[in-house]
Every structure is written in C-alpha cells, then in structure tokens.
Nanobody, 122 residues
Framework: QVQLVESGGGLVQPGGSLRLSCTASGFTFSSSDMSWYRQAPGKERELVAIITTGGSTNYAGSVKGRFTISRDNARNTVYLQMNSLKAEDTAVYYC????????????????WGQGTQVTVSS
C-alpha cells in the first residue's frame, strides 16, 4: 500500500517558519524524485520545490531563498523548511513522488499525499 503522509503544517505569523515532513512507504523512495506542491483557495496547484534522486533541487521563483527541500533516504522522508513565511504562502501543501524508468525516461508512477494545511496570518 503506497502512502505519503505529510505533517508539520499549521498556523504561523508572517515572518515565521515551519518545517513540513513527508514520510513515504510502499515504493522505492530512493528511486523517486520527490516534490512539494501547494494549492491555495481558488488557485491551480503549483510546484513549490523538487529534489531528484541525485539530490538536485529546483524551486518556484516565489519561494527561492526562503524554502529548502531536502531528503533523508534512510528515513524515507522528504522535508520542506519554510522560512520568512508570507500570507501568500497560505495553501494546502502536498507531497509528490515520481519515478522514471531508464533509458527512455518513462514515468512509472505519480503518487500524492493527502496534504497539510499551512496558514500564514497575523
């Protein structure tokens, strides 16, 4: 049974910090690219950050310099450290796992967690 379980969301004031965690099971975590997405009310889901199997990272421009994605393969966990939070960061944050098959980069799966609410408000 595939599971991606997010935790760490909550209510924080502008300028504050939160650390999200996503713990995976039921698939080979170390072979998966891991991402965080978010969806605000009335908005499309957007990619926030990605970390590949090799440890390369990319970020949305709106969070660059404030958020850091990391992974611990021994714990099957991906993290999102969020600093200097803004009201615009308010959203449900989702953990995502994708795997691609060599040599033609066919996508083998695309798994999603249930999401964790982050609310940035004074």
């Amino acid at each position: 049974q595939v599971q991606l379980v997010e935790s760490g969301g909550g209510l924080v004031q502008p300028g504050g910090s939160l650390r999200l965690s996503c713990t995976a099971s039921g698939f080979t975590f170390s072979s998966s690219d891991m991402s965080w997405y978010r969806q605000a009310p009335g908005k499309e889901r957007e990619l926030v950050a990605i970390i590949t199997t090799g440890g390369s990272t990319n970020y949305a421009g709106s969070v660059k310099g404030r958020f850091t994605i990391s992974r611990d393969n021994a714990r099957n966990t991906v993290y999102l450290q969020m600093n200097s939070l803004k009201a615009e960061d308010t959203a449900v944050y989702y953990c995502n796992a994708k795997r691609f098959q060599a040599p033609l980069f066919r996508q083998l799966y695309d798994y999603w967690g249930q999401g964790t609410q982050v609310t940035v408000s004074s």
